[in-house]
């Protein structure tokens, strides 16, 4: 069993940065594709970007340039940094893992998600 607890949401303005933390217990971490989604009010959870080496990284078309994903596997942590943030980019923010050649329909865990609420 893997626990992911995720850290480093709140309220920020329009422009502004906040950086993610979801750490990882349980077991081996570095062997897991981390992703981040977010799920705005009304609307249906989406994919924002996912790592599975240190520099093979994915990222949603609307946080290209803004955002960056990164991992210390010895540390069992993944980051998620956001920098410009835009009122769109409020959500509540979810740390996930899965297995390596698998996809995204079926994670293996899920974080129980931190709130990022961008105001304007």
């Known amino acids: 069993q893997v626990q992911l607890v995720e850290s480093g949401g709140g309220l920020v303005q329009a422009g502004g940065s906040l950086r993610l933390s979801c750490a990882a217990s349980g077991r081996t971490f570095s062997s897991f594709v981390m992703g981040w989604f977010r799920q ?66 079926s994670p293996d865990y899920w974080g129980q998600g931190t709130q990022v609420t961008v105001s304007s």
């Open 40 to 105: 705005a009010p009304g609307k249906a959870r989406e994919f924002v970007c996912d790592i599975s080496r240190p520099t093979l990284t994915r990222y949603t078309e609307s946080v290209k340039g803004r955002f960056t994903i990164s991992r210390d596997n010895g540390k069992n942590t993944v980051y998620l940094q956001m920098n410009s943030l835009i009122s769109e980019d409020t959500a509540v923010y979810y740390c996930a893992a899965r297995t390596a050649g698998r996809s995204w329909s």
